[in-house]
């Protein structure tokens, strides 16, 4: 219930302060397990992704497949989070950029690609040093279930070294995403659908000085054969 999204938030922003001090390396072999551990079930989350959504069943594990990539790929970025020293005008004086943990991300995804989207957002969150509140379709949620399962297969493969709260995922309608939104507790929210939705959610992040990643407006084309 949406009552209870202020202990998620909550949970989320005490894992963010112990996780952006793990090295992100470390942080990386994290991501490294969910990989395996989607690679091991591709074939029943691109099942359940076919029956649930209604793609055929090879789009089903192909989309499975992106996440699987995708943490490949997180992997090698968890190695190469590396700044710029930067030439300054001032005699003895140096300038260094640096990267920092933003703090907890949302991701809210859309019907048409319940796993991916997630695996996207949360294998770079993760090993950037952020925790995730996955906040699937209601229309999807079996599939955003089945994905994130693996995710906490592979957290309890990893150990202690993953705060408790790390990835959480809420199930409901839009005024659990709404929560999301709106908390200021929350740096950066991701979230997948329609244009409408997208002018919602913009501004309102906005207003709290929030970072936002919208993907919005797509349509996937169907074709029906004899």
């Known amino acids: 219930p949406p009552?209870?999204?202020d202990e998620v938030i909550a949970s989320a922003r005490s894992a963010f302060l112990e996780w952006r001090n793990v090295p992100a390396?470390?942080?990386?072999?994290?991501?490294?397990?969910?990989?395996e551990e989607l690679r091991s079930a591709k074939n029943d989350i691109g099942f359940i992704i076919s029956i649930e959504v209604g793609?055929?069943?090879?789009?089903?594990r192909g989309e499975v497949q992106e996440g699987i990539d995708i943490c490949e790929f997180a992997v090698g970025l968890s190695r190469q989070l590396c700044g710029k020293t930067?030439?300054?005008e001032r005699?003895?004086?140096?300038?260094?950029?640096?990267?920092?943990?933003?703090?907890?991300v949302a991701v809210i995804t859309a019907f048409n690609f319940p796993s991916a989207v997630f695996a996207w957002n949360t294998s770079l969150a993760l090993v950037c040093g952020d925790p995730v509140i996955f906040k699937p379709s209601e229309k999807a949620s079996l599939s955003?279930?089945?994905?994130?399962?693996?995710?906490?297969?592979?957290?309890?493969?990893?150990?202690?070294?993953?705060?408790?709260?790390?990835?959480?995922?809420?199930?409901?309608?839009?005024?659990?995403?709404?929560?999301?939104v709106e908390s200021?507790?929350?740096?950066?929210?991701?979230?997948?659908?329609?244009?409408r939705m997208g002018r919602e959610v913009g501004p309102k992040v906005a207003r709290r000085f929030g970072k936002r990643i919208l993907e919005l407006g797509g349509n996937n084309a169907m074709i029906v054969t004899p």
């Open 184 to 195: 200021p507790a929350v740096a950066l929210v991701s979230a997948t659908g329609s244009t």
């Open 55 to 60: 793609k055929i069943i090879e789009e089903g």
């Open 86 to 88: 930067i030439v300054s």
């Open 144 to 180: 955003g279930l089945a994905t994130f399962k693996a995710l906490q297969r592979a957290i309890a493969r990893f150990g202690d070294k993953a705060p408790p709260g790390l990835a959480q995922i809420v199930i409901g309608g839009s005024g659990l995403a709404e929560t999301l």
């Open 25 to 35: 390396p470390t942080r990386g072999e994290l991501v490294r397990l969910w990989g």
């Open 3 to 5: 009552a209870a999204m």
């Open 91 to 104: 005699p003895g004086h140096r300038i260094m950029e640096q990267y920092h943990p933003l703090g907890p």
